[in-house]
Nanobody, 115 residues
């Protein structure tokens, strides 16, 4: 079992920044990667960024150069630092941790970027 809890969302003006946190608990040793996804109203959930256990990262083209994913293994946490936010970044942000055939998700944190 794995539990994921997101925090750090909020309301920010365009051009601003936010840092999201994903606290990971449970069978953390079984997680090989943690990803951030987002879902805007009326749209499908989409991939944002991913970090593996060895620190390798991947980003969606839409956030490359503006978002940075990192992890603190000692704290069992993964972060998403977001800079130069745009109104189109408005969404509920979720962290995800696949373990074998199972996909674990947090409850999400709302990010709203005003123009």
């Amino acid at each position: 079992q794995v539990q994921l809890v997101e925090s750090g969302g909020g309301l920010v003006q365009a051009g601003g920044s936010l840092r999201l946190s994903c606290a990971v608990s449970g069978s953390t040793f079984s997680i090989t990667r943690i990803g951030w996804y987002r879902q805007a109203p009326g749209k499908q959930r989409e991939f944002v960024a991913r970090i593996t256990r060895d620190g390798s990262t991947n980003y969606a083209d839409s956030v490359k150069g503006r978002f940075t994913i990192s992890r603190d293994n000692a704290k069992n946490a993964v972060y998403l630092q977001m800079y130069s936010l745009k109104p189109e970044d408005t969404a509920i942000y979720y962290c995800n941790g696949p373990v074998g055939p199972y996909d674990y998700w947090g409850q999400g944190t709302q990010v709203t970027v005003s123009s």
